[in-house]
């Protein structure tokens, strides 16, 4: 009866509506991210895979850190001022441009300040990464608006539609420029995929005093200083901590690129995809989580996020589990003991971080979000010294016993945090 009555509620709320929208978007988008993987190890070879499987890493925490790490401070802070003059967006949207812009030559940077393997990587490549970073911040302000007004089915369609996207161009820009026609897909689908999300706002999103049909990109009005800072103030522990999350998921794979090369990194590669199906069900639950947190501060949110995330994970965690070496030769055609090992222990570890997760965008909603970086901090250098410790004595397992020691350890940190300091203070519990 309790259970009944819990999703009920759940029901009642809304949350559970939004979180099956962003399932359904995140299977349909983790399928396609597969299907990405498969035609790009297809396309280019194992050593343009494993390229691939290098550079996308470094992207994401680029575009993270200087883009994408804004639209949940703008989630937040545009569900707590439903009723006013949301006219600062236009000027968060700028800002993400700009900052875009001057994160795109990092990438540059860092194939000399990386050397080794990245040393080797053709200038074009990282050119067509930096095209990809500048692409990503339309689409991510679309998406920030998108989430703060609740518009959950509508978020999740624009992930639909840009992986469709990435998908299509892939096939044409692979076969006719490599790896660089690999990334120049993903530009080519942030930028559908934000010109959608644009559409989707003109369509269903209503704001007084703004004038969304007219974005002038080059007039500043000084009037909305105020709440630009909080949003962009606000934003930096997330950017921090979604970076550094990244980051914490792939320094495994960065190492080992670095230590035993692209082929090895192609293979633990395949693996690492996999186990992350069983992550992706927290980022559904966690995304409609934060506004909601945001604007009620009622803690018990995160008791019903935690409740929800146990019991679609476990099912899950059991299939990668049991057919960890089926699921490997179904999708990628390949039979290593290594990998298959990799895959459970990395899918034991993505069912920790889902629940990681679902805390740390609790944090956010309560204006906490600097927590989950320090706990993300300590995370990553242990990963670090772990990886570079155990991947030349056992190899790409090394790297997936690395990764399972930090997942546990952050999450029960945050966990033990949430414990002592959220649920004895005066935030709303039922």
């Not at 703008?74 to 569900?79: C, V």
């Not at 790896?179 to 999300?197: P, Q």
């Not at 007039?219 to 630009?228: A, L, S, T």
């Amino acid at each position: 009866m309790l259970k009944f009555k819990i999703f009920k509620n759940l029901k009642k709320e809304g949350l559970l509506k939004d979180s099956i929208f962003m399932i359904f978007s995140n299977i349909y988008s983790k399928g396609m991210g597969y299907l990405f993987y498969f035609l790009t190890a297809l396309i280019l070879g194992t050593e343009g895979f494993g390229t691939l499987r290098g550079l996308l890493p470094l992207m994401d925490i680029i575009t993270i850190f200087f883009c994408s790490g804004i639209p949940p401070s703008i989630a937040k802070h545009l569900s707590e001022t439903e009723n006013s003059n949301n006219e600062w967006i236009i000027s968060i949207l700028k800002i993400m441009v700009v900052f875009s812009i001057l994160g795109a030559p990092i990438i540059i940077l860092l194939k000399y300040i990386l050397g080794g393997g990245y040393s080797t990587i053709d200038i074009s490549i990282y050119i067509a990464v930096g095209f990809a970073i500048i692409s990503s911040s339309f689409i991510s302000w679309n998406r920030g608006v998108l989430q703060g007004s609740l518009k959950i089915k509508e978020l999740s369609l624009t992930w639909i539609i840009e992986n469709t996207s990435k998908i299509i161009f892939l096939i044409i820009f692979a076969v006719l420029f490599g790896v660089a026609g690999a990334f120049l897909s993903i530009s080519i689908a942030y930028i559908i995929g934000g010109i959608f999300g644009y559409y989707l706002l003109l369509k269903y999103i209503k704001m007084d005093n703004i004038n969304i049909k007219n974005i002038n990109l080059f007039k500043w009005n000084n009037k909305h200083n105020k709440k630009v800072k909080q949003v962009l103030y606000y934003a930096v522990p997330i950017a921090l901590g979604t970076a550094s999350y990244r980051l914490l998921n792939d320094i495994d794979s960065i190492a080992i690129m670095s230590l035993l090369g692209a082929h090895d990194n192609g293979i633990y590669g395949y693996a690492s995809l996999l186990s992350r199906a069983v992550f992706l069900f927290a980022s559904a639950i966690s995304i409609p989580l934060i506004p909601r947190i945001a604007k009620t501060k009622d803690i018990n949110y995160l008791k019903k996020g935690l409740l929800l995330n146990f019991f679609i994970v476990l099912p899950v965690l059991a299939v990668v589990f049991i057919f960890a070496g089926e699921l490997l030769k179904l999708f990628f055609g390949i039979v290593n003991n290594d990998a298959t090992n990799c895959l459970k222990i990395l899918s034991i570890s993505a069912s920790f971080m889902s629940s990681y997760t679902v805390c740390s965008s609790s944090l956010q909603g309560l204006g906490k979000a600097k927590i989950p970086l320090y706990i993300l901090i300590i995370g990553i250098i242990l990963n670090g010294i772990l990886n570079y410790a155990l991947i030349p004595k056992i190899g790409i397992i090394g790297g997936a016993y690395a990764t399972l020691i930090s997942s546990i350890t952050i999450f029960l940190t945050i966990l033990m945090y949430i414990y002592y300091s959220i649920f004895g203070s005066s935030y709303k519990i039922k």
